[in-house]
């Protein structure tokens, strides 16, 4: 069974499309995150949501919003796609750490901008 | 910012142990050392976490100096899926949210 599932695998699309990626995890965990990875293969975080409340986001364009209609789903929606945007975005998801529990991050979403 | 520094890259030789340094001299009494892999076209993965004591799991064993202020990652017996770029987190908390800041990581190479 899949732990963390993203929607598509792979998306190209035009500058000032927008586009929406989805995942799920099926952990029952409380907290999900979505990540950017560029082309020089830096990882950062963009957004975390526990419980559907939005916890963290790290100073990323307001085309970015993410959605969670549900605890075990957080979609990412993005409008005016830019160059700059193409990456590869992993999702990843977490408990609420009561110690130290690692996050499981699902396959990644290569978005290419053209 | 990244609050660990790691080397670059390093190589090994298959089924030789690796140790895979990490300093993080700024590290504070309540952040968790986290270390993270991520194998080619694949999200990362976690590999091992600890506090202050050494641990050990079924994939890797983590040796943490008593200062705290840096920890080696030890692979006893490295195969050729063990090449991947290997990350040392400090882990931060936010309202239950854990914060990874991912720095450039290790790429390990193993040669057969």
């Known amino acids: 069974d899949t732990a963390v599932s993203q929607t598509p695998k792979y998306l190209v699309t035009q500058m000032g499309n927008d586009k929406s990626i989805k995942c799920e995890q099926n952990l029952g965990h409380d907290t999900m995150y979505w990540y950017k990875q560029d082309s020089k293969k830096f990882l950062k975080i963009m957004f975390s949501?526990?419980?559907?409340?939005?916890?963290i986001n790290e100073t990323v364009p307001n085309r970015f919003s993410p959605k969670s209609p549900d605890k075990a789903h957080l979609n990412l929606h993005i409008n005016s796609l830019e160059l700059g945007d193409s990456a590869v975005y992993f999702c990843a998801s977490s408990q609420v750490p009561s110690g130290a529990y690692e996050q499981y991050f699902g396959p990644g979403t290569r978005l290419t901008v053209t | 910012d990244a609050k660990t520094t790691q080397p670059n890259s390093m190589e090994s030789n298959e089924e030789e142990p690796v140790h895979l340094p990490c300093n993080h001299s700024?590290?504070?009494?309540?952040?968790?050392i986290h270390w993270y892999r991520q194998l080619p076209s694949q999200g990362p993965e976690y590999v091992i976490h600890?506090?202050?004591s050494n641990v050990n799991n079924r994939m890797a064993s983590l040796a943490i100096a008593e200062d705290r202020k840096s920890s080696t990652l030890i692979l006893h017996r490295a195969t050729l899926r063990d090449a991947a770029v290997y990350y040392c987190?400090?882990?931060?908390?936010?309202?239950?949210?854990?914060?990874?800041?991912f720095g450039q990581g290790t790429r390990l190479t193993i040669n057969p």
């Open positions: 987190i400090l882990r931060d908390v936010i309202q239950g949210a854990q914060k990874l800041v």
């Open positions: 949501y526990n419980n559907k409340e939005l916890i």
């Open positions: 700024t590290i504070s009494g309540t952040d968790y």
């Open positions: 600890g506090l202050t």
